[in-house]
């Protein structure tokens, strides 16, 4: 049983839930993933959205990775943790001017363009600072992620970026705006991506866009192919860090970059998924008619991932080594979805026992609510547990 990596003494004497970090399998992951794209021309941003604790976000910027940001707070956050501002990237299909304001006076390296009136507004807004925007065209590739149609998000029925039929129009309004520079391209095609079969058929679209702009003549100085490599769920313990050298070898093989192209990479999820836990205390063992219940003291406002898209989190009874028993494990809350999953078997378990939702470092802390009024958890890392 690996059960040891838990400080279970520690953690009992501490009001749950809360999100306990693994920060040493973090600089684990984080070395492996440097060591893997430090190979090639590639430079990775981390995705703040997936996670944005500062324990964490120190841990990242550490290892000198960049940031790829979603809205303003995350550019703020980034610049706050001390990312150099000319390692962040900015995305999202509804950037308001506040926003854009922000990243320009930031100078930030890029933004991540999703729509023609977007365009129009970042021209104007660089303008009145008497700045250039440097952009790259977020391209929807219409690309199948293979993944939960909530987290799919490059095909042409996605809102995101910008449809292969519009190139020839933007391209062409893009030569005639003066204060946005085009460096490059960018693509996401969607997250919890575990099937590499995705990321070669990106790496052909992308090819053939490459093919598109060097026909007229427009160079690119670089191509961002987004985040959404998957992690293993129902195996955190094995699969702890997951395969870079297998989702890097896809684009080694499959994407041709021109000389002195920078191949740029968004990378959330796969940074931080493993290294987090949701740590819980079981409130009752209800016996059903048909079921037995566990109800824990943690629910989707700390954890949405299983109510928001049915997906899976492994579940760990830490006081318990009694043979196993099947419950459906399930929170407080007043709503059925509140169920974290069903017909599940794990070792017998009582009141009081402590367990740890598995791979809940990316989309936990940073989706947390207080719906029915209750109180975002605290998160300890294992740096200040040891
Ligand atoms: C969410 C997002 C990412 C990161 O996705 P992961 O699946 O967490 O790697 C990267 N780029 C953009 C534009 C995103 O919206």
Known sequence: MIKADYPLEKLKELQTPFYYYDLDLLRSTLDELILQSSKSNFEVHYALKANVNASVIEVIKNAGLGADCVSGGEVQAAIDAGIESSKIVFAGVGKADWEINLALDSDIFCFNVESIPELEVIDELAGKKGKTAHVALRINPNVSAHTHHYITTGLSENKFGINMSELDKVTGLILTLTNVKLIGIHFHIGSQITDMTSFQGLCIRVNEIQEYFEARGIVLDH????????????????????????????????????????????????????????????????????????????????????????????????????????????????????????????????????????????????????????????????????
């Open 223 to 386: 191509i961002n192919v987004g985040g959404g490599l998957g992690i293993n769920y129902e195996h955190p313990n094995h699969c702890s860090i997951p395969d870079f050298e297998a989702y890097f070898k896809v684009f080694r093989q499959h994407l041709i970059l021109k000389p002195n192209q920078t191949l740029h990479f968004e990378i959330g999820r796969a940074i931080v998924a493993q290294c987090g836990s949701l740590i819980s205390k079981v409130l009752y063992v209800k016996h059903g008619t048909s079921k037995t219940f566990v109800i824990l003291d943690a629910g989707f406002t700390e954890l949405i991932r299983p109510a928001l898209y049915q997906a899976y989190h492994r579940i760990e009874n830490l006081s318990s080594a009694l043979p196993e028993e099947e419950y459906d494990v399930v929170g407080p809350i007043c709503e059925s979805s509140d169920t974290f999953v069903k017909n599940y078997r794990m070792n017998a378990t009582r009141r009081g026992d402590i367990v740890a939702l598995r791979s809940a470092g990316a989309y936990g802390e940073i989706m947390a609510s207080q719906y029915n009024l209750r109180k975002l958890p605290k998160a300890f890392t294992s740096d200040e547990l040891k």
